[in-house]
């Protein structure tokens, strides 16, 4: 694979594109390992559904500038994380210009195609995060039935799989549908962000249930421990009318 790759900076932050205008990551400069675009952390949304010390194992689909990778990496302290990126030269750059950080004991990416690695490898996930994109913005098998089928069968029993979808390109209900099907409705969809970007968390069986003002409680804390403010999101949760009783459902 030849992904095409350019370079940009604004205002004290880098950004990566794959041969267009789509911002495929970002980094602010001064924060190498907070979440600079508002989908990616609301990628991390799983983590107001879980206890403390969750998750212990996550996998990455797509690299992009890294920013997950780094922000689980840095911040969560108890998480070992894979990350499967398809183009080499993607992963060169990441490291390059976005300080992606070397593997070690918790930290590994693999080379290859996501969709293939999720059906071939056996290991069980707790957090399953799947941003993967051409330059195109197209997710390719990434959007696929038979992969969020595969990907709940890698879940381990309280996992979570979280997407990044775009609302303003033609397919997304579809994505949604298949997501839903796969799991069996326990798919929560996350407001559009400003960017087009829809994130979804889907749940395995046994999936919970929160009222909004306990997840704000989580989300103050989780703030204070990680910088990560998903209490924006919450707030836009709550405006777009998708927990009409105060609660959310995953």
Avoid at 3 to 13: F, K, L, N, R, Y
Wanted: net charge positive.
């Amino acid at each position: 694979m030849n992904t095409p790759i350019d370079i940009s900076e604004a205002s004290g932050v880098r950004y990566l594109h794959f041969g267009s205008d789509w911002v495929q990551g970002a980094m602010r400069l001064r924060k190498p390992n907070a979440l600079e675009l508002g989908y990616t952390r609301e990628m991390m949304a799983g983590l107001l559904f879980r206890e403390a010390r969750w998750p212990a194992r996550v996998l990455l689909i797509g690299l992009g500038a890294g920013s997950m990778a780094k922000f689980v990496h840095h911040h969560l302290p108890q998480a070992s994380v894979t990350v499967v990126e398809i183009a080499p030269e993607v992963h060169a750059v990441a490291r390059q210009y976005f300080r992606l950080p070397d593997e070690d004991e918790r930290f590994e990416v693999h080379i290859g195609d996501g969709a293939e690695f999720v059906r071939t490898d056996p290991r069980q996930w707790d957090l399953i995060a799947v941003d993967g994109f051409d330059r195109h913005a197209r997710a390719g098998a990434l959007a696929s039935l038979p992969f969020y089928t595969a990907c709940r069968a890698r879940l381990a029993p309280e996992g979570i799989l979280s997407v990044n979808l775009f609302g303003q390109l033609r397919g997304f209900k579809t994505q949604l549908q298949r997501l839903r099907s796969a799991f069996n409705g326990r798919v929560l969809s996350l407001p559009e962000c400003d960017s087009g970007n829809v994130v979804a968390l889907a749940s395995t069986p046994g999936g919970q249930s929160l009222d909004l003002a306990n997840l704000k409680l989580r989300a103050a804390d989780l703030k204070a421990v990680t910088g990560l403010d998903l209490l924006p999101t919450l707030r836009r949760l709550e405006k777009s009318g998708a927990c009409p009783d105060g609660t959310a459902r995953l």
